[in-house]
C-alpha cells in the first residue's frame, strides 16, 4: 500500500527540483541562511532507507539497580510514543516492562527520523517509521546481553535463553541484564538480529498504561513552561499586530519602570518585521511591562488580512480551473449532464488556530561560543539550526533538550521556526542569563500559521445508475509548503499535495475526474493542522458522497461500498466494520436523533465512523460514535484507542460555533478561548466505543486519521434532522 | 509590593508580590510549584484549577491580595485527600491523559465535583466539568475515569 504521510511520497529531492523562485524567496526572508542550508543537509527519504545499524548505546542505558532508561527519538505531546517506541525495543530485548523508563531525547543526528531524516513528529509517522528502527535495537541489546552471558558461562549462545531482563543458561545458571550490561556493552554490535514474530511478542499488540500517566496526574511532569533555572528571566513579545510590520517609535518609559523588568529592546521577526520584547524576572511582571508599552506602529506596505473579502476571492477563484492535480477521462460531458443530474456545490472552511494548551515557549541561554535550548520542539533538527543560525554558531553548539510538550498539533512543527528564533534574538541579547520565551494565549490565537481558509467549488454528474460519472473540483487556500524547503519535494505543477491530499487519491470511482488548485498569496502565516489537507478534503468527499447516496435513493453504507474501488480492501474492512458494530444502535434510535457515517484514509490509515446525533441548544449532541480503523500492526491497542476515540473529540473543534479565526483590517478578530472556543465536554462525543481491525501488517499512523472523520459524519447526520447540506464551517446556529 | 501570608497545601507560605499578582504566577513562580498550569489567563480553560477555600477556582483570575487566609489546595497535594487519590488513580487506571497538561484542572474538578455529588450524572458532569479543555479529547475517558473514582469511593 502507498504510504500517505504529511510528506506524501518520499523520495529524493532534485537538485532542479529547488525552483529558483522558492530559492529567491526563502533567501529573501531573514530565514534564507537557514532553508538553504536545511536544504543541502536534508536527505529527503528514499523508498526504502539505507539500512542503518543505530548505536544501541544512544538508546538504551541498563543500570546497576536494573532500570533500563530508553531514549525516544521524538518528541512526546500527547500521542504517546514515550511509551510505545520504548514497548518496541523492551519486547524485542526481552526487557521486564517494569523496569522500563522512558527519556526525551535531545536534538542529535542519531535520533533523525530514519525516513524524514531530520528530528520530527509528524505526518503521523513515528511508528510507522521507527518500528523497525526500535525492534532491531532491542534485539541488538538482547543479542549482545545473551553473548555476554555466554562469554561469562563458557558456552554456547544457543544453550541460553533471555526472559524478563533476566540470560537464563544451562545448569540452572541465570544472571540479570543488569549485571551483564557492562560486558556486553564492550561487545561488538551486531549487524543481523532476528526479529520476533507476531505470535511471539509479549509487549506489541498489547494494551500497556502510559508511562508519564502517574506524573501527569500529581502535577510533577515538567513541561517546557515549567521550566525553571537558576537567575532565569521571562521574556514576552509584543507582536506587530500585522504580519511583517515594524514600530515607527517605541516609548518604553512606563514599562521600564516595573520593579523587575530588565530590558525592552527590538527583535525582528521572521515575516520580515519588528517585534518588541521585554525581560522580566518573572510571567507577571513581563506582562505588565508589555501592557505598558506604547507602541506607534507602521503599516505601510503591509497587506492587512480581510476574510470578507478572502470570501468573495476564493469564490471567485474557485469558479475558474486552477493549476492541474489530476485530470482523467472527459470532463466535457459535464455540460451535457442536464441540471437535474448534477450536484453544483460550494464549499468554505475558515482558518483554525491550533492553541495547544501549553502555550508556545522556548528556553536559551547563550554563552557566547555555546548555547543550551530547552523546548517541546516536533522539529528539533530545524529548530536547532535556527538557533544557532540567530546566535551565529554551529548547529552541534547549541545543545538541545527536548521538552515534554502540552499538545501541538502541528503547530510546534515550524518550518521558519519562527518561535525558536525570538528566544534565540532574545538570549543573544542577554549573554549569560536563561531567558525563557513565552507567548500568551493571546499571542497564539492571534499569531499566525493557521489551517488555511479554503473554498472548494465541485460539479458532479451523476449516471443513470445514480452514481458519479464525472467530477469536477476545484481546491482554492494558501499553500502551507510554499516557501519552505518542502515545497521542492511537495509542490508540483504549482499544486500543493497538502491541499489536495484526500480528493486526489480518493478511494471511489470517478470515471471523469478533474482536480486543481489555485494557492493566493495571503498575509497570514498557515500551517499543517493535525491531519492537514483532510481536515477539509475528508469533509467535502464524505458530505458529497453522502448526497448522492441520498438522490440515489440507497443507503449510505450501501452506496459507500458500491463506489469504492475493488481494491480499496483496508477501506472496505472499516466501512464493514462500522457497519457491524454500529448497526444494532443505528436501527434503534431514539426519538429526535439521526445516525451519520464518513470514511476516509488518512497517512495509511482507513478510518471510518458512525454517529448517534440530536439537536439541543441549536447545536449537534454527539450521543455515540463508533470508529473502525485499520493501522496495520497496532503497537499499543490502548493508545490507539484513545487517540481514535480523542481525535475525534478534537475533530469536532471544526464544528464549533466559535471554531474560526476571522480578519478585519488585518487582524484576528479573536484573541483567547472566548473568541476561538475549542470543544468543551458537553460539545464532544459522549461514548466513542473503537474497534480496531487485527492486522499484522506494518504499523500507519494514529496520530491524525481520527480526526477527518468525525464532522462530516456529525453533519450527515443532521441533514437526516434538518434536511439541510451543511457546506460552511464552522457550524453556526442551527 | 507587598508581603502576603498564604495556606497553602497546609502550610504557611509567605510572598511579597504585587496586589495584583494572580494566584496562578505566585504558585508557579514564587512558590515554584508548577502543576497548576496557564492556559489561558482569562479563566476560560480551567487548566489553573486549585481549590481556594474548599471551591474549585480559576487562579489565574484571583489577584493573590483577595485570597485572605482562604486555604489553597492544589494538585501536587490533593493525592493526600481520600477523594483526591481516588481520582488521581481512577485517571492512571483508565489511562486517561494524553497531552496531560490540563490534567491538573480537570483533577481539580473533578475531586471538587465528587466532594459535592458522591454518584455524578451525566448532566452533573457536563456542569462541573463543563469549563475545562482537553485540546486533545480526553473527555470520555475522563467521564469514565469520575464514574471509576466514584465507584471506589462508594
New interface residues.
Partial sequence: MKEKTMFTTPRFASESGLSRRSFLRVSATAAGGLMVSLYLDWRLPAETPPAKIYPPDAFVHIQRDGTIVIQVNRLEFGQGVQTSLPMLLADEMDADWKQVEAELAPAADVYKDPLFGIQMVGGSGSIAHSFQQYRELGARVRAMLLAAAAQQWQVPTSQCRTEASVVYGPGGRSARYAELADSAARLPVPENVPLKNAPQFKLIGKGTRRLDGRPKCDGSLKFGLDLDLPGMKVALVAHPPLFGASPKSVDDRAARSIPGVMDAFEIPTVKGGTAVVVVADKFWTAKQARDRLAIDWNFSGVEPADTAQLRAKYRDLARTPGSVALTRGDLSMLDTITAANRIDAEYEFPYLAHTPMEPLNTTVRFDGDRAEVWAGSQFQTVDQIAIAETLGLKPEQVIFHTEMAGGGFGRRATPDSHVQREAAATAKHCKGIPVKLIWTREDDVQGGYYRPMHAHRIEIGIGGDGMPVAWRHVIVGQSILAGTPFAAILVKNGVDETAVEGVVDTAYVIPNFSVSAHHPTVNVPVLWWRSVGHTHTAFVMETLVDELATRAGTDFIVYRQKLLKPDAKKLRGVIDLVDQKSSPWRNHLPEGHASGVAFHESFGTTVGCAVDVSIENKRPKIHRVTVALDCGTAVNPLTVESQFQAGVSFGVSQLMAKGAITFANGRAQQNNFDGYTPPYIIDAPVAVDVHIVPSTEKPSGCGEPSVPVISPAVVNALFQLTGKRYRSLPLLSL | ?QTYKLMVNGETREVT??P???LL?VL???L???????????S??G?CTVHLGGVATRSCVVPVSLIGDRPIV???AI?QDRVGRAV?DA???E??????????GQ?MSAVALLKSRQKPT?AD??ES???????????????KAIKAASQQLA
Avoid at chain 2, 502543576?35 to 489567563?41: E, I, L, N, R, V
Avoid at chain 2, 466539568?129 to 467521564?143: H, K
Fill in positions: 509590593v508580590v504585587d495584583g499578582t494572580p504566577w508557579r513562580e514564587d515554584k510549584m508548577t502543576g497548576t498550569k496557564y492556559g489561558c489567563g482569562i476560560a480553560c487548566a492544589t494538585i501536587e493525592g488521581q485517571w492512571v487506571a489511562d486517561v491523559v494524553q497531552c496531560g497538561y490540563c490534567q491538573s483533577i451525566d458532569i457536563e466539568m463543563g469549563g475545562n479543555i482537553c485540546r486533545c479529547g480526553t473527555y470520555v475517558r475522563i467521564r
